[in-house]
Structures are given as structure tokens and as C-alpha cells.
């Protein structure tokens, strides 16, 4: 009979304190912020068109680099291009014009390409391509076959300054 008393205190006790036992809640409001933003990057930044053979000459010379960089864009995006002269230049007076050499945008998931001969005005090469992180594209320098440019220069390396732009629509 005391085990039957105790046990049914015990209950007692313990239904009392579940039947008092208190609570608290309140509601948070998570935030999410959003900014646009867009970065470049590029990986291959010294691309080289070799003229060493006859056949360079002839055929023309191709340079192509798969990736060349990437693209992180929060909306859809373009890519330009603009060569800081008119002239690759050899340091020693010696010039050729920066349009004998054509880039064209490579890979998948780039909206629109266009292949474009260089020139000081920023030229479109990437267009509409879709909201990405990481986006690779490749890029391939190129020139024309038999052109007279090339030809009849002294023997160097001529440079000129590339600069890519990403911009978001």
C-alpha cells in the first residue's frame, strides 16, 4: 500500500510539474540581400602568335586557349574587347596594325559569340550570356592567310595590350 501511495505521488508530482512547465518563442526575420555583381577573370594573359615557318605565312597562325578565364555574373552579361593601340609594335618603330589579328570567344553556355579583328574601339565578343558563377570561355587569336601585314617586317616580338571587359546587362 506505501508503494502504491508513493508511486501515485510520484505521478502526481510529476503530471504537476508537466501541467506548469513554462514556454517561450518568438519569431526572427532572416534576410537575404542581393547586390549585382560581376568579376573577370583572366588566366591566360600572354597569348603569342609564332610566325616561324613559310607556311605560317601562307596558311596563317591560330593561337587558342581553353580556358583563357572566366566569369562570375549575378545577371545575364557581355564581353568586350579593345587593344590600347592602333599598332602591335616592336619598341624599335616597327608596327603592324592590330586589326591583322582576329579573337573569337569559345565554349558553351556564352549567349552570343562574334570573332572580331582587334581594334582600339571596345568590340563585343560575348553577348547576352547567362547569369553564371565561374563561366569558362576560351579565346582564339587568329589571322588571315597570305596577309601582307606580316610580311616584310623585321624579325621581334610586337606587343600590344589587350584589356577584356565584363559588363552586366
Given at each position: 500500500m506505501l508503494k502504491k501511495l508513493v508511486l501515485t505521488a510520484v505521478l502526481m508530482v510529476g503530471f504537476g510539474m508537466a501541467i506548469f512547465a513554462q514556454s517561450s518563442s518568438q519569431t526572427a526575420t532572416l534576410t537575404v540581400i542581393i547586390n549585382n555583381a560581376i568579376a573577370l577573370n583572366l588566366t591566360d594573359v600572354n597569348p603569342t602568335l609564332i610566325f616561324d615557318e613559310a607556311s605560317d605565312f601562307v596558311n596563317g597562325v591560330t593561337?587558342?586557349?581553353?580556358?583563357?578565364?572566366?566569369?562570375?555574373?549575378?545577371?545575364?552579361?557581355?564581353?568586350?574587347?579593345?587593344?590600347?593601340?592602333?599598332?602591335?609594335?616592336?619598341?624599335?618603330?616597327?608596327?603592324?596594325?592590330?586589326?591583322?589579328?582576329?579573337?573569337?570567344?569559345?565554349?558553351?553556355?556564352?549567349?552570343?559569340?562574334?570573332?572580331?579583328?582587334l581594334s582600339t574601339a571596345d568590340q563585343t565578343i560575348i553577348n547576352n550570356a547567362p547569369a553564371a558563377v565561374s563561366q569558362p570561355f576560351g579565346l582564339t587569336y587568329s589571322t588571315a592567310p597570305n596577309d601582307p601585314n606580316f610580311v616584310n617586317k623585321p624579325s621581334g616580338t610586337y606587343n600590344v595590350t589587350l584589356t577584356y571587359t565584363a559588363t552586366l546587362d
Open positions: 593561337y587558342s586557349a581553353s580556358p583563357a578565364g572566366d566569369v562570375t555574373a549575378t545577371r545575364a552579361f557581355d564581353v568586350t574587347v579593345a587593344a590600347s593601340g592602333a599598332d602591335l609594335d616592336d619598341g624599335f618603330g616597327n608596327t603592324i596594325p592590330v586589326s591583322s589579328v582576329a579573337v573569337e570567344p569559345t565554349g558553351a553556355g556564352l549567349g552570343t559569340t562574334s570573332q572580331v579583328s
